[in-house]
């Protein structure tokens, strides 16, 4: 008969899929029958070993999210629902390109630009974004 894991084993098995911020590691292993104290004590002891990193988390999972055309808030967001403390959240945002120029960018590469505004709002650019982002010749973006 085998052991089941220990929370410090779990948890880096957990990492070793996917990198998590501390919070989010927690509610995984708390989902997983490890009791609170326990799966905290776990999650502290991967992050003095520097394998759980929440302004490293951030970091990475702003540029994912930017890459994939979320706006500001949008990516503030989903840091904010992983776990990420909101301090860490604005770090990360403000390290990354400015909004303005990545909805300039994401429009200018646009088959239909009215379209790909309206999805822009819905992923978290800000309305003054996407009308910096449009040009002179450009489309507006829709009301809200």
């Given at each position: 008969m085998t052991r089941p894991p220990t929370?410090?084993?779990?948890?880096?098995?957990?990492?070793?899929?996917?990198?998590?911020?501390?919070?989010?590691?927690?509610?995984?292993?708390?989902?997983?029958?490890?009791?609170?104290?326990?799966?905290?004590?776990?999650?502290?002891?991967?992050?003095?070993a520097g394998y759980v990193d929440d302004a490293r988390y951030a970091e990475r999972r702003a540029e994912v999210l930017a890459e994939r055309g979320y706006g500001d808030e949008g990516i503030r967001f989903e840091l904010l629902r992983d776990g990420v403390a909101a301090a860490e959240a604005t770090a990360a945002v403000a390290a990354l390109p400015p909004e303005r120029e990545r909805a300039a960018a994401l429009l200018r590469e646009a088959a239909d630009p009215s379209a790909t505004a309206r999805r822009l709002l819905a992923k978290g650019f800000a309305p003054e974004a996407l009308e910096a982002g449009r040009g002179r010749d450009g489309p507006a973006p829709p009301d809200p």
């Open positions: 929370a410090l084993e779990a948890a880096t098995a957990a990492l070793a899929r996917r990198d998590r911020p501390a919070a989010g590691l927690v509610a995984y292993l708390e989902r997983r029958g490890v009791a609170g104290d326990e799966a905290r004590a776990a999650v502290a002891r991967l992050r003095d």
